[in-house]
């Protein structure tokens, strides 16, 4: 049954995989199979995976053959059906090893699913592995994790961002054919830019959180990362939603993203925002991401300058808010539960630790926390006014490209302002789209990302999808690993 | 100014078990009292990562009930804080409490008054009613159960999930108390509300109802209208009746007395009391207080109120005064008969119920109240047959009871010559002498009447 066409079943799109199964071209066994062989291939030098499901997924995906066999309308129910995918390793699966990137929960096997791993598995989704993470969210760089550093497929030796770096160096190699990343500051952003790959933090309250291991709840936001704006679009039409178990979801409606995808776009006003192109930007990353701009300007979008004065405090606050939630929320690791004591505890996790409990302690809470909420509350009215003037945002998602394994381990400041440009965003609640946008001179990927008002994900996706019609560097892929 | 003479001031907190079928936060069933350990349990009330609390809408209507029913006022916005401690009962590290927005603030309580001291004092009222300010109802959950056993020779604590995430109503006063008594007043008083709102057992062995009392003497001045709070206060727990909360508070008034006495200050602690030895015992020091790291619950929406405020006042029943002073009116009872009538909710249905089937109000009263009438054991109905049937043979044995009499006015010629002399008090000694003549048949009412009558 195996197509020549289709000798490299990991390195198709959903979409690509989705026409395949339907048309009986390969079976998901086939397609499972070639994502598992990929990961036995080049895992070992890109580190994308904590755990690797090979014998459930292998038995999902004979199941998935056997339902596609069944009915060959089984799609309309399961639209996911038989599509491998991967998770950050925060979400709980149940019977499954779920470490947050953690030695605290080594070892540690969840007794239920996460709402968005349970939809996904009413869809036909079949789970590959889970993927490498800075243990709770904290970092840009997976240089946090516990276990090992994620290395960047387009250059080993470069790190694939954080804190979902699994997830978009699993990606980059063709190892799964999407990925459910988190995204608290930039966790979802970051390694899809470094990576060359799509990226979405949605709409704070659109996605249930229930089963995510929390980092800040005010700020977690649980998102698809593809290879396309187009994949991206099926997911969220699977996983957004209001959701029983998490009081913070929404109950607006979920529009159909995929079908809209096409509708008309041109016309629509982005916004510059001269904060992102400022001081401390670099230079290639700033030219790449205008250039992007330009394209879409060619055809038919127009331009307007817009200002988030905000952004001059955008680490302060976002620090003081998600250290301070996540002093609290994992308090529940006092060592009585679980089988790990508290000096299980990674050196970036107490230093969080610590500072949210000073900023949340009596007499500090007015000059810290309760600041930084006041400073939140401005941080939201400077994106309002700003989406009176225009339609989105388009901003750089990282001021600097990818950086060395091991650069900036040693100044947690300097690894915090790779979070300038992303974390107003979470602190805001409104979505954003990473994509990929060029290379660097050393060839290492650039990314922008299109942010627009709360439940705007339609129309990212609209633009996102416009803007990857029209260009190439999505579909590029690393010749690092091009022949293992 | 004597010095010796000290104002004792107590404020109370209570925490109340609603009674809801689910817990807090999740599905859970609420009920822990004799159930399996860690059988209700679940990932939200385990505190499990990824778990999220979604609150019980009927818990919170009955948190404002509860306000409500405490006259307090409550704000457009409420919202959950985290309070942040360590503790093996508390799964999730953090207590969902709340902190700056409770539900229901500035109500009353009207109670009893048992002091001579004139604070808040309802002066329009005949007897010196007091009202005890309630400073604030919140909502909360409360923690797990810790057993502390040995299993296999070895001392281990264990912990049961089952209690984890019930619901908890916490009612603060201010520091309007000035007695044992008015303490015992006031709880008992809110226990019949509660029980009257039927939102909580309020059983306080069962632990449904715990108290904490905070106490501290201060040397009395004048006038004491503008008195200042002492600058210590000391808190008491694990009081588990009321019984132990009036025996516990005069211990502690004793106590601080002779501290104040010596020119010490007692120290700001919390005290445990102790039922084998009736005595209070240092817990935990000032020093040792902890800091909550309070901020609020990110995972829980503020919650609008405006939508669930008018279904309460929908739903809220007559409570006891209400009802006591109702049953006044329409039924003619007096005062005394009425607040005992009202006492419980049962006993008060159970009275117009049986009026209702046709019981004479003022004989359906004496009888409940008097002959103790088990409520479990006749239904109404039943009651109005026993009264009809009683009155019938009350009136054949009119006759018979004016015989008695005569005899005992014989026997007793000193006591109603006394009588008729302006001794009052002698007309008990003949009632209890007809009524013992009548092997206790006879109604002490009828009899008084009928005595009266005589020695007229």
């Keep these: ?484 | 100014m004597n010095k010796n003479n000290y104002l004792t001031i107590i404020g109370i907190e209570v925490h109340l078990e609603l009674k809801t079928k689910s817990k807090m936060f999740c599905g859970c069933c609420a009920g822990h009292f004799r159930v399996k350990p860690n059988t209700h349990t679940c990932p939200v009330c385990l505190g499990l990562p990824g778990a999220l609390p979604v609150p019980n809408r009927k818990a919170i209507e009955w948190c404002f009930l509860i306000g409500k029913a405490l006259n307090c006022n409550s704000r457009e916005d409420s919202s959950f804080d985290r309070k942040n401690y360590f503790y093996p009962d508390l799964a999730k590290g953090f207590q969902i409490s709340q902190f700056n927005q409770p539900f229901c603030r500035e109500g009353f309580l009207t109670i009893k008054g048992s002091t001579l001291i004139r604070i808040n004092l309802d002066k329009d009222k005949p007897f010196p009613s007091k009202k005890v300010r309630i400073n604030r109802v919140h909502m909360e959950e409360d923690t797990a159960k810790l057993l502390h056993k040995i299993v296999d020779g070895e001392k281990v604590s264990l912990i049961d999930f089952n209690r984890s995430g019930v619901p908890l109503v916490e009612i603060v006063t201010e520091a309007d108390i000035n007695s044992s008594q008015e303490a015992v007043e006031y709880l008992k008083k809110l226990q019949q509300i509660i029980r009257y709102l039927g939102v909580s057992d309020c059983d306080m062995e069962k632990g449904s109802m715990r108290c904490e009392i905070n106490i501290s003497l201060i040397s009395q001045q004048f006038p004491i209208s503008n008195f200042k709070l002492p600058n210590y206060k000391v808190e008491i727990k694990n009081i588990n009746s009321f019984k132990f909360v009036k025996r516990a508070i005069e211990y502690e008034i004793t106590r601080q007395k002779e501290l104040l006495k010596r020119g010490e200050s007692p120290i700001q602690e919390t005290r445990g009391f102790n039922e084998n030895r009736q005595k209070t015992y240092s817990q935990r020091s000032k020093e040792e207080a902890h800091d909550y790291r309070y901020f609020p619950e990110p995972d829980i929406p503020l919650i609008k109120i405006s939508n669930l405020k008018s279904q309460i006042s929908n739903v809220i029943p007559e409570l006891p005064e209400e009802k006591k002073e109702r049953f006044i009116k329409v039924y003619n009872l007096s005062e005394y008969n009425a607040s005992i009538l009202v006492l419980d909710i049962q006993k008060a249905d159970y009275y117009e119920g049986t009026v209702k089937a046709g019981g004479d109000p003022q004989g359906t009263a004496n009888i409940i109240i008097n002959k103790r009438i088990d409520i479990n054991k006749f239904t109404p109905k039943q009651l109005v047959k026993h009264l009809q049937k009683q009155k019938t043979d009350k009136v054949s044995d009119t006759a018979k009871l004016n015989e008695v009499i005569d005899n005992i006015l014989k026997q007793n010629q000193k006591a109603a010559y006394d009588f008729k002399k302006g001794k009052q008090e002698v007309i008990g000694f003949l009632i209890g002498q007809v009524i013992r003549e009548t092997a206790g048949k006879a109604d002490a009412q009828t009899v008084k009447k009928l005595l009266i009558e005589k020695l007229k």
């Design chain 1, 1 to 484: 049954m195996l197509n020549s066409q289709f000798s490299n079943l990991n390195q198709l799109t959903i979409v690509e995989v989705l026409k395949g199964l339907k048309g009986k071209k390969f079976s998901a066994v086939e397609l499972t199979q070639a994502c598992l062989d990929r990961i036995k291939r080049v895992d070992d030098k890109v580190k994308a995976f904590i755990t690797v499901c090979t014998k459930e997924a292998l038995e999902k995906a004979k199941e998935a053959d056997r339902e596609i066999k069944k009915d060959s309308k089984v799609f309309d129910k399961k639209p996911l059906m038989g599509i491998p995918f991967s998770m950050k390793d925060v979400y709980c699966t149940k019977g499954i090893e779920t470490t947050a990137g953690s030695k605290i929960l080594e070892s540690y096997i969840p007794q239920y699913n996460a709402t968005v791993y349970q939809k996904l598995l009413d869809v036909g989704g079949i789970l590959i592995g889970k993927t490498n993470c800075d243990a709770w969210g904290h970092g840009v760089s997976t240089e946090n994790s516990d276990y090992f550093t994620t290395h960047n497929p387009w250059n080993l030796e470069f790190v694939a961002g954080g804190s979902s770096g699994g997830c978009g160096a699993a990606l980059a190699s063709d190892m799964t054919l999407f990925s459910i990343g988190e995204d608290t500051g930039g966790s979802i952003r970051l390694p899809s830019s470094f990576c060359s790959t799509s990226g979405l933090k949605v709409t704070y309250g659109r996605v249930s959180r229930y089963g995510a291991i929390a980092y800040a709840s005010s700020l977690d936001t649980v998102g698809p990362m593809a290879k396309t704006v187009e994949d991206l679009s099926l997911i969220l039409n699977i996983i957004a939603g209001k959701d029983q178990l998490d009081a913070t979801t929404s109950a607006n409606q979920v529009p159909d993203y995929w079908k809209s995808l096409t509708s008309k776009v041109r016309g629509l006003s982005i916004g510059l925002p001269r904060e992102f192109f400022g001081k401390g930007i670099d230079k290639e990353v700033k030219r790449l991401v205008l250039q992007a701009v330009e394209k879409l300007k060619e055809n038919g979008f127009r331009t307007v300058e817009v200002t988030i004065p905000m952004l001059k405090y955008a680490i302060p606050v976002y620090y003081l808010l998600a250290c301070s939630e996540t002093s609290s929320n994992l308090g529940r690791y006092d060592g009585i539960r679980y089988g790990h004591n508290r000096n299980s505890f990674g050196a970036e996790a107490k230093r969080r630790i610590m500072l949210g409990t000073f900023a949340l302690s009596a007499g500090y809470y007015d000059q810290c926390y309760l600041k930084a909420q006041k400073a939140r509350t401005l941080v939201i009215q400077d994106y309002k006014k700003a989406f009176r003037e225009c339609d989105c945002i388009v901003a750089p998602v990282s001021p600097k490209p990818p950086f060395k394994i091991g650069e900036k381990a040693d100044d947690p400041l300097a690894m915090y302002l790779e979070d300038i440009y992303t974390a107003t965003i979470n602190t805001a609640g409104i979505p954003s789209l990473a994509l990929p946008c060029g290379f660097s001179q050393k060839g290492l990927p650039i990314g922008m990302q299109i942010i627009g008002p709360q439940f705007s994900e339609e129309l990212l996706f609209k633009v996102g999808h416009f803007y990857q019609e029209r260009t190439e560097y999505h579909k590029r892929k690393p010749k690092v690993l091009l022949h293992e």
